[in-house]
C-alpha cells in the first residue's frame, strides 16, 4: 500500500509540476518560451546528459566517417534542442490553439491531402518523432482536415488526461492504442486521416526493415491498416527554421498488393520507413536520437 500511495503522489507531483510549468509558458511571449526550450536541451545534453552516449553511438553508427565528433556533437546538442521545443509547442498548445498558426507555419504538399480528402476516403498519415510532430498534427486539422491520432496510454493518467486535452484543443480525435484495429477501420470508414508515429523498436511484434543501414524492428500497424482497408497511405514530416516551421506532406504512396499479407506489410513498411530515413538523412537535428532504435535487431 505504501509503495502504490508513493507512486500516486509522484504522478500528482509530476503532474503539477507540468500545468505549473504549462501555465507559465503560455504566460510568456512565444519565442521566449522556445529560448526556454533551447535551455532545457542544453542541460539535457550537455549538463545531465540524458542519452548522451545512446544519442552519439546511434549517429555515428547511421552515418559513420560523414561528420567528426565536434560536428555529431553539434548535430546531437541540436537534436535535444529541437526534441525540446517540440515538447514547449506542445505545452503551448491553449496559447496557440487562439492563435493563426499560419503565423508560424506553412504547409508545402496540401495538395497530396486535398486530394485524398475530395477522394471521401480515409487515409493513413504516417510520420516520425521528427521536429514539433504535435504542431504537424495540430496545423493540419486547424486546416479543416478530420484527423485522429493513434496514441498510447501514459503510466501517470492526470498526464495524460492533459496531454489528450491539448490535443482535443484543435479537433484532434484520439483513438486508443487498446482498440486500435476497430478505431482505424470506423475513422477510415468514415473518411477521416489517422496519424501515426512509426519510426520506433517494435521489438518482437514488429516487422524488420532498414533503416539508416541496419535492420530495425518497425511498427505493422500502418502498413497492415492501409492494406486492410484500402485507405491510400501517405508520410508528413516537419522542418523548423528558427521560430517558423514548414510541413511537408509527401504524395499518396503508390502500393498494389500482391495478396501475400506478411511481404505485402514488410514492402509497404520499408517504403514509408525509407522516406522517414530519407528526412533524417537530410535534417538529422530533427530525430529523436535518444531512443534505442536498434535494440532489438543488434
Avoid at 94 to 123: H, V, W
Wanted: hydrophobic content about 40%; proline content about 4%.
Amino acid at each position: 500500500m505504501t509503495g502504490i500511495m508513493t507512486t500516486k503522489t509522484r504522478y500528482k507531483i509530476e503532474y503539477l509540476a507540468v500545468l505549473t510549468l504549462i501555465i507559465v509558458l503560455n504566460l510568456v511571449p512565444y519565442r521566449l518560451a522556445l529560448m526556454f526550450g533551447d535551455f532545457i536541451g542544453f542541460l539535457a545534453f550537455s549538463v545531465i546528459r540524458i542519452r548522451r552516449e545512446v544519442t552519439l553511438d546511434n549517429l555515428k553508427k547511421s552515418f559513420g566517417d560523414k561528420y567528426s565528433d565536434s560536428e555529431y556533437r553539434k548535430i546531437a546538442a541540436g537534436s535535444y534542442r529541437n526534441i525540446a521545443r517540440g515538447f514547449i509547442e506542445y505545452g503551448l498548445f491553449p496559447k496557440l490553439s487562439k492563435r493563426d498558426l499560419s503565423e508560424y507555419l506553412c504547409i508545402e504538399g496540401e495538395e497530396n491531402i486535398k486530394k485524398i480528402k475530395d477522394s471521401g476516403r480515409g487515409a493513413v498519415l504516417v510520420t516520425g518523432h521528427f521536429g514539433s510532430w504535435e504542431l504537424m498534427g495540430a496545423f493540419i486539422a486547424r486546416r479543416g482536415w478530420p484527423i485522429d491520432y493513434l496514441v498510447g496510454e501514459q503510466h501517470n493518467l492526470l498526464v495524460n488526461k492533459l496531454m489528450n486535452d491539448h490535443r482535443r484543443l484543435f479537433n484532434i480525435g484520439l483513438i486508443e492504442m487498446g482498440v486500435a484495429a476497430r478505431g482505424v477501420f470506423k475513422a477510415v470508414k468514415e473518411g477521416r486521416m489517422v496519424c501515426m508515429l512509426s519510426d520506433q523498436d517494435a521489438g518482437n511484434d514488429g516487422v524488420v526493415v532498414d533503416f539508416l543501414g541496419r535492420p530495425a524492428s518497425t511498427p505493422k500497424g500502418p502498413a497492415a491498416f492501409a492494406i486492410k482497408t484500402g485507405a491510400p497511405l501517405a508520410c508528413g514530416f516537419i522542418v523548423r527554421n528558427g521560430a517558423r516551421q514548414k510541413i511537408i506532406v509527401e504524395p499518396v504512396i503508390e502500393f498494389h498488393p500482391s495478396g501475400s499479407k506478411e511481404n505485402d506489410i514488410k514492402k509497404l513498411t520499408q517504403i514509408y520507413t525509407s522516406l522517414i530515413e530519407k528526412y533524417v538523412r537530410r535534417y538529422p537535428d530533427h530525430w529523436f536520437w535518444p531512443h534505442r532504435r536498434w535494440k532489438s535487431t543488434t
